[in-house]
């Protein structure tokens, strides 16, 4: 809702407390979960008007324009060399453009627009040394925004595990199918594995770390 209120250039506030919407408010009781098959009401931009009052001085006025909190917990893909990882530091692109961000306990945290489509996350580190160019190593993750299909379906779970960082490419490159990326994520929390497809304790699981509704 977020999203969709900033590009119609409208409060979300407007948008999640119009009475046209009321019914979908009950129901989702969150504003950042939409269903397909939803109708969602943006009203019209408010419009604010003052007395004429001249006064010969010309003003500049700097809009700013809402952000949202982005966070992105470093879990995977960590060096399993019992090394100590040091002078880590982030690069956040959304959309293609670099932004200002921080890395505190394993969280990378930064302002994005609540339109934003897509995030990669680039960590540059070393292990016990000094940061120079011959040891410096670096991670990099691409995050989705905004959009996650249904957990019940292929797609879906595509969308979550990319997100957790278990379709990351295999040592050889090529990408991990459905089937091996559930596999290793089942193998990863202790969940028996299901035939290589998602069974209720991995849609479970699945639906508790990316923030899905019940």
Known sequence: MDSLSYEARVRSDAVWDDPSNSKMKAERKDRNVLM???ILTIPDPEVKWE???HTGL??????TLPTKEFKFQVLMGMPLTGGKL???RPKIEIDGKEVTGTLTNDWVTCQIPPNAKEA?????YTLGQKELAEVLKERKYTVKLGFLRPVTTPEGQVDRLTNLGFMAPLPNGATPTLS?????????????PVNGIAGDDTVKKLKELTGDPD
């Open 36 to 38: 397909p098959g939803e």
């Open 51 to 53: 007395d004429n009052k």
């Open 58 to 63: 010309t003003h500049i006025f700097k809009r």
């Open 86 to 88: 040091t002078a880590c």
């Open 120 to 124: 990669v996350i680039t960590l540059y």
């Open 180 to 192: 091996q990326a559930l596999k290793l994520f089942q193998a990863s929390y202790g969940i028996k």
